[in-house]
């Protein structure tokens, strides 16, 4: 039976059709009703519960993340979903296991670096399950470094085979998910030598373990590398370390759609260039992006819910208290946050499309438009990442004391969210291969090379360097060219000051190295004119839906406007906006925070978030908060008996020494 809706009063203050903007949210109806349907269902077998798996210990935790692992893939057959429904239902599982390095690196590796004869070959038995893979790049002694990796794989012309070596401590394979107790298989990064000669690092399958009884193959050395941040959180993953004393592999598991190595050990290079290497990391890049918007509307629609439902001070003549939404400071510190859950929402979503391009382009032989797709993956990953782990903190503190409980879902949220500003790339080393591609790009400028795509804007940088905002009323903020404009004149101005900076140092390579901290900043600049311009460009669309493309407007200008007010530094250093017209942005944000409050609750039930995806207290959808983080607090083990487990030895004793010390 449904219970009283305690968020029905806020509900009824909508002012936009909130089916309608499930869709938008979603993408389409079709991934709305797909995605939906998936939820439900997770949510809806017991054998996906998620209660107190934060109480579990390590080994509790990982075997029942095993068995919702199986119990998920069982589903998946006997329901014989598609590899998109699949997909959403892991998804609701919500559960980090070594099925998300399986389907999300192992498959995509086969699928971008492997030949045709290796795609028949591995993928059939990787669909089935019948191997499980992970991906094994980063080693003890290096992760961002990955021409720095030590393995070895070494080709014996005599056997046809390659050997795999781990030649040190510090070679030894560390971190890759799902490798420390379950992968039977990994794509492992090596560096390949034939004939004495090294070539560089590559990929190769390497089989682990036994497909009988599931021990090491003799000559490997295996396990999981310890315990992570957080309680439950990512430690559902089995995280690993792998050392090979001289395995040997077939010649022809070495992934070899960008180099050959033939029966004679000689290599020959294919047309597609080196970088293609790294192309797993390209694509996983990209669904990190899609993601970030994710976990950052799970962790507003918690702290929205609860800002409504939550009351403090303002009670006149024993009336309500204010609900803490209503406070401006709340509102300027979540109301941004919601308007980069749909910002990022539409970045993923074109860059998603840019992904799909690129490898169209790629198996056209047409590679012109890598160096972009690296870049924007590469930058909109840590920009989006960084934004969203440093959200769902602030959605914790938000949601005040009630926040740092578990019951919250924001501590595991976060503990579960955090590792992405490193994984697939540290987010610093990624913004220095974002300031490489800009600072590549300027110099090019003079030689005529019309730079294109995101990059467009710095082809007009002789403008932009001399263009002034044309912002005379708090109004004039509302216009996307002006607010498009003064992004792009900041991100060029940053630019060209970085390269002249530059080209200052006789080694360039000293000057980036001595640069790089103002370099970071540039990238970030241009990353979020990104995220600016693609939802400007969302806003162009045919929205269908009463009141829908209004909300959006407000939720881009909040974004734009709210990065303006944080970065006025960079505004007003390079001369983009002046100190008043960055005083009336400031008059334009509070009017729209005043215009989004009344939705704010629709906002985030766009989401279209179950209560058990969700998995907070303080975030449910009826709002009922109270009665149930009461009724949780006496689940925990701790509540089990009245008086605790060590009250004799420890509590009593004291309490009598202190009795006897009183009486002397
Ligand atoms: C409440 C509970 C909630 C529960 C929720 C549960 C839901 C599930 C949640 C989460 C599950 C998510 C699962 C995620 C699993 C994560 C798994 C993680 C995997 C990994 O981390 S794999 C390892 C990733 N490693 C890295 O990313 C390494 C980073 N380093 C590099 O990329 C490179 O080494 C480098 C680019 C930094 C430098 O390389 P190198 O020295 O070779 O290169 P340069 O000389 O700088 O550049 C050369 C040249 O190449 C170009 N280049 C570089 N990279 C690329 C690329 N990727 N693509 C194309 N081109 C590239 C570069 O621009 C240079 O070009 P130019 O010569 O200048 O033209
Ligand atoms: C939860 C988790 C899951 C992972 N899963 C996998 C997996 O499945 N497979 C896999 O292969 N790997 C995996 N990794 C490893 C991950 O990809 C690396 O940890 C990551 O790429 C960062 O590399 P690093 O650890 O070498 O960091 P480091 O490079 O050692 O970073 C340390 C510090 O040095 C700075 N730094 C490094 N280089 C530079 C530079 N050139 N200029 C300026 N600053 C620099 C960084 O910004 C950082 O502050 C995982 C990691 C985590 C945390």
Redesign the pocket.
Known sequence: MKGVDHLAHERNKTEFDVDAMKIVWAGSRHAFELSDRMARLVASDPAFQKDGRIRLGRKELFKNTLRKAAHAWKRILELHLTEEEAGWLR?FV???SFT??HW??FVPAIKGQGTDEQQQKWLPLAYKMQIIGS?A??ELGH?????GLETTATFDPETDEFVIHSPTLTSSKW?P?GLGKVSTHAIVYARLITNGQEHGVHGFIVQLRSLDDHMPIPGITIGDIGMKFGNG?YNTMDNGVLTFDHIRIPRNQMLMRVLQVTREGKCVKSNVPR?LI??T??F?RQT?VA?ASTALARAVCIATRYSAVRRQFGSQDGGMETQVIDYKTQQSRLFPLLASAYAFRFVGEWLKWLYTDVTQRLQANDFSI??E??ACT?GLKSLTTTATADAIEECRKLCGGHGYLCAS?LP??FA?YVPACT????NV??LL?VA??LM?TVSQLGSGKKPVGTTAYLGRVQDLLQCCCDVQTAEDWLKPSVVLEAFEARSARMCVARAQNLSKFENPEDGFAELSADLVEASVAHCQLIVVSKFIDKLQQDIPGKGVNRQLQNLCYIYALNLLHKYLGDFLSTGCITPKQASLANDQLRSLYSQIRPNAIALVDAFNYTDHYL?SVLGRYDGNVYPKLYEEAWKDPLNDSVVPDGYHEYIHPMLKQQLRNARL
Do not use: C
């Not at 994984?423 to 540290?426: S, V």
């Open positions: 998804n919500d559960e980090p998300d390095l999300g690196m991906y790049q980063t992760g961002s470094n990955v021409q971190w998910g959180a970088q790294y192309g990391m390209v996983v990190i993601d890598l160096p797709a690296h590469a879902g595991e949220l579960v994984y697939e790339g540290d080393v990624l291969q490489r591609f590549k998995g």
